[in-house]
């Protein structure tokens, strides 16, 4: 056999067992890096799960690799873009775990239904509380999904089964995909105000940390629970142990911390929280399959074809990579600000391609970027190059490309431009030196997309801009920078702020309220 796979870190003997029959597999699961450095030349193919750390002078002494394989789902331990730049492709096996961490939620939701962590503590402290633990039913209860991904498809099915009515807040989720589950779209406050049960299923981003806290806890049911699966640092764990402690929330279930372990975590001393060390995903059958679905990743580069989990790019010459690199990183800043900034559900996305990029060949690659980075924000599974148009269409987005050989005087612009249930937005920019948004919507600004940026839309006319300063500077939010586009005097005007502290939901609540300004949102880069 003339390909070699190197296995750096314990995975499932059905995946070598697969393996074995195309290359040679060389198992070392106690490499060090300094080993895998001097090694790695030899290889076709690396598989890892967390331990080994796939880094830039690993990539870089790879003479061979073709491919970079994580059985299991993050790539924090792989440098992503070391290896695009050698044109290596990286997979990993987010479908493996979809199952497992679905059954973790629903055991956490029964666990704090029936108050069994607590009664099984009792009981086996030689005592017999039978009134104490009374528990409620789930049937007739109401679920609120908060990203309706895989995981939270898989939790939607299971709770249907307890005979639970479904409430989903996804932005990218169409009420005819979400009916097909059972479920019904709201918006997030809906769900919050009525779901009996919460469960979280979202990444963690700017926009998503500490988006459960204070606010959200004072809107939920004194009864209700919340489950996180998902991520450690979504829920704001000090609000959360106030909401618990005090009896604003019925209880939680928490898989995942903000510090791992939580050590000295006040959340650890109350009876109505659920804690597990991080085992959403630890199955034996999740083990398994993980490790199966990236040996038949690799397997299908070694025969030509090409694999299904992808996390970067299609692999291009280096001359169209350099060519296409500015672009990309502009593609990626455009689609953060647009899924941070637009509000409703997004039913399309339209890309246009102007000036020199029009003749680009391949500006499937920027619109690829473009829907990977707005569905990595709500998605728990990753989304990649590969599957990012198949994901959209699976929650009925309608995806429009176009070219325009005019570029407003810009020697190339990328107009994005989105739809939803609560109207439209879009933003232009361009890349001739950095990345710059120089559009938003009809206002025409001049913003390096960077930091921590307040837009808001208020009427040009003396003392407005002042009035929202103030309001920040109130809170204590100092301002960087500042770009005012409008079309014409005494009309609408647009504004962008960048300011150097994170501003809080309540404090853009302040602005929005403040008279002449008719909208503002915050926007982490």
């Known amino acids: 056999m003339d390909k070699k796979v190197i296995i750096a ?6 995946g070598i067992d697969d393996l074995k029959e195309v290359a040679e597999v060389v198992v070392n699961t106690s490499i060090t890096q300094e080993e895998l450095i001097n090694q790695i030349k030899d290889f076709d193919a690396i598989i890892v799960r967390s331990r080994t750390k796939v880094t830039r002078e690993v990539i870089m002494a790879a003479d061979k690799l ?3 394989a994580r059985a299991g789902v993050g790539v924090d331990n792989v440098d992503v873009e070391a290896a695009t730049e050698r044109g290596i492709m990286v997979v990993n096996a987010p479908e493996s775990t979809s199952i497992t961490v679905a059954e973790h939620a629903m055991g956490l939701i029964m666990a704090l239904s029936r ?3 607590i009664a099984d503590k009792s009981v086996k402290e030689g005592k017999w509380e039978k009134s104490r633990f009374m528990g409620i039913e789930l049937a007739g209860k109401t679920l609120g999904i908060i990203g309706m991904g895989r995981i939270g498809s898989q939790v939607a099915s299971r709770c249907k089964a307890f005979a639970m009515d479904i409430l989903v807040n ?10 097909k589950l059972g479920a019904r779209v709201v918006d997030k406050e809906t769900l919050l105000k009525n779901a009996d049960v919460i469960t979280i299923h979202v990444p963690l981003t700017p926009e998503t940390k500490h988006s459960i806290s204070k606010r959200e806890f004072d809107i939920m049911k004194e009864t209700a629970f919340i489950i996180n699966c998902a991520r450690g640092g979504i829920i704001n764990e000090d609000d959360l142990y106030d909401a618990l402690k005090s009896g604003k929330i019925g209880g939680a279930g928490l898989d995942v911390f903000e510090a791992e372990p939580p050590e000295g975590s006040p959340l650890l001393e109350l009876d109505n929280l659920v804690a597990t060390p991080h085992i959403g995903a630890s199955t034996k059958e999740a083990q398994r399959d ?6 038949n990743e690799v397997k299908k580069v070694f025969m030509g074809e090409a694999p299904k989990n992808v ?5 291009l010459d280096p001359e169209t990579f350099q060519a296409i690199k500015p672009y990309l990183k502009l593609s990626e800043k455009l689609a953060n600000f647009l899924i941070q900034a637009a509000k409703g559900n997004i039913t399309e996305v339209d890309i246009t391609y102007c000036g020199e990029l029009a003749d680009f060949s391949r500006n499937d690659i920027l619109t690829r970027t473009v829907l990977k980075e707005m569905l990595n924000s709500v998605l728990t599974e990753p989304v990649n190059m590969i599957n990012a148009p198949s994901m959209a269409k699976k929650r009925g987005i309608v995806i429009t490309e176009s070219k325009r050989s005019e570029a407003e005087g810009y020697k190339s612009l990328i107009k994005v431009k989105i739809k939803s ?6 933003i232009e920019g361009t890349a001739v030196e950095e990345p710059r948004i120089v559009r938003i919507d009809e206002y025409w600004v001049n913003v390096k997309p960077e930091g921590t940026m307040v837009i808001a839309r208020y009427k040009d006319i003396p003392g407005s801009i002042g009035t929202i300063g103030t309001k920040l500077g109130e809170h204590g939010i100092n301002i960087a920078k500042m770009q005012v586009g409008r079309q014409e005097a005494g009309g609408e005007a647009v504004m962008v702020l960048t300011v150097d502290q994170k501003v809080p939901a309540e404090v853009i609540e302040e602005t929005r309220a403040l008279e002449h ?6 926007v982490q880069l």
């Open 9 to 14: 870190d314990q995975i499932n003997e059905k």
């Open 66 to 68: 073709k491919i970079i």
């Open 115 to 117: 108050k069994i962590s």
């Open 170 to 179: 996804d932005p990218y989720i169409t009420e005819e995909v979400a009916s």
């Open 290 to 295: 993980a490790a199966i679905i990236v040996a």
């Open 311 to 315: 996390l970067n790019m299609p692999v």
């Open 421 to 426: 249930d609560d109207g439209e937005m879009s």
């Open 517 to 522: 300004v008719y909208d503002a949102v915050y």
